[in-house]
């Protein structure tokens, strides 16, 4: 009995050891892993590291200055608002598009010394009249002069900013208000 009790032992320790074998296998093998992956790591903090340093370094084009993900600019003419949209359209930006109210503050900032054309008109789209921005995307939030839109038809287009940094509605047609200055906005890519 005792021999018998001893090879079932002897088994079970062979057992174990073959376990505990094949656990430092096993063991072996994620130190490699994570040696590897330890290795990768470090590789791409480096890259990381080095695309934010070429971001930084990015300049901005003359006389155009960067907030968030686009560079914008802003005239020192005046022409009607297809005039500044046309002249943006050349340098590869459009009027700028405001779509939240960090990009609002900036804009306002931007154009503290007199009211500037922006991106937004209203227009026909689809056989109706309404609000659009130059890129297509749409009207989500609005920074509207008390009492603002009216409806003045066509012809209408957007400035920014009022004494307040909120938006005005100024006719287009030459026959209202005449031109402005305008801004400018390009996506950094």
């Keep these: 009995m005792l021999q018998t009790r001893f090879d079932q032992l002897s088994s079970y320790n062979r057992q174990i050891q073959s376990n505990v074998s094949d656990k430092s296998i096993e063991i072996s093998q994620l130190q490699s892993s994570y040696e590897t992956l330890s290795v990768n790591l470090s590789q791409l903090q480096d890259e990381v590291k080095t695309l934010k340093t070429r971001i930084k370094e990015k300049l901005c084009p003359d006389r155009w200055k960067r907030f968030g993900c686009s560079f914008y600019f802003k005239s020192e003419k005046r022409k009607y608002w297809y005039g500044s949209r046309d002249d943006c359209e050349q340098s590869g930006a459009h009027l700028v598009v405001i779509n939240n109210e960090e990009e609002q503050k900036f804009v306002t900032e931007l154009s503290k010394d007199g009211e500037y054309w922006i991106g937004l008109r209203y227009g026909r789209r689809q056989g109706e009249y309404k609000w659009q921005w130059v890129d297509g995307s749409p009207l989500t939030e609005t920074f509207w002069a008390s009492g603002l839109p009216h409806d003045y038809g066509n012809f209408t287009a ?12 100024r006719r287009n047609d030459g026959s209202y208000h005449g031109p402005k200055k305008w801004i400018c906005e390009k996506e950094i890519h």
Excluded at 158 to 169: I, L, N, S, Y
């Design 158 to 169: 957007v400035t920014c900013c009022d004494q307040q940094g909120k938006w005005r509605q």
